[in-house]
């Protein structure tokens, strides 16, 4: 499952829907928040536990709710999930990471029950690349790195996407919301632009600014990593 499809282009979702077809894993976009697509990872879930009532059923056992859990990082919309499935608010659910602290049963429907738990993380996260593009999105906790650090290394990221015309511009985005072009500078520098031309020179404040625009979508549907070639 892949929620917050909202935040992506058109172009986005069929590239990786593309590839996910070619590697045999059928993926399912949804909009927590707004309900899209919920109901046809409810659907999944039941067909995949539908082979074990079945046995039961053969044994003569009754047929009982199919239980799944609800696994993947911090502040994906986990929960988001579970509350808009019962249409109403029932587990801790907040745009940020750390919410959810323990493990929750709940029941969906008579032939359906889900495992709400907390966001889960590598213990040690090798890959720098990735603990970036998680910290962008803020899928791990605020006190695990330095908002200036972060904000300077997306920057980074836009201009290292930013190759084609057939992908979205990225480096636009910025002239577009900021009034400041990055073109011939690397995020080190852009920070400190930003600070001083809108900011009154205050670099943690231009920090912050650019990593929320970018996580509560004012900076359009930028993707931070296309499908492998």
């Known amino acids: 499952m892949l929620n917050r499809v909202d935040m992506i282009s058109a172009e986005a979702r069929t590239a990786w829907e593309t590839w996910f077809r070619s590697q045999g894993l059928p993926p399912y976009f949804t909009n927590a928040q707004q309900g899209k697509g919920v109901l046809s990872v409810a659907k999944a879930a039941q067909d995949a536990g539908a082979a074990v009532n079945e046995r039961r ?4 056992m009754r047929a009982r709710p199919v239980r799944a859990v609800v696994l993947g990082f911090p502040n994906v919309g986990k929960s988001a999930l579970i509350n808009r499935l019962l ?5 801790p659910s907040a745009r940020k ?3 959810t ?5 709940v029941r969906i429907s008579e032939t359906l029950e889900l495992l709400d738990s907390p966001g889960v993380l590598p213990a040690l996260l090798k890959d720098q690349d990735a603990a970036l593009k ?6 791990i906790g605020e006190a695990a790195y330095d908002n200036q650090r972060i904000a300077m290394g997306f920057v980074d990221v836009l ?7 057939a992908t979205r511009p990225y480096i636009e985005t910025l002239t577009e919301r900021y009034g400041i072009g990055v073109e011939g500078i ?3 520098d852009y920070l400190h632009v930003l600070a001083e031309g809108n900011y009154q020179g205050d670099i943690e404040r231009a920090a912050r600014t650019l990593l929320r625009d970018y996580r509560v979508g004012n900076l359009g549907e ?3 990593e296309w499908p492998p070639e």
């Open 97 to 99: 990471a750390g919410v």
């Open 222 to 224: 930028l993707l931070l």
């Open 57 to 60: 059923q053969k044994r003569g």
């Open 87 to 91: 249409k109403r608010k029932v587990v």
């Open 186 to 188: 690397n995020g080190e």
């Open 159 to 165: 201009r290292s996407l930013h190759v084609s015309d």
């Open 101 to 105: 602290r323990q493990l929750r049963w």
């Open 134 to 139: 998680l910290a962008i999105c803020d899928d």
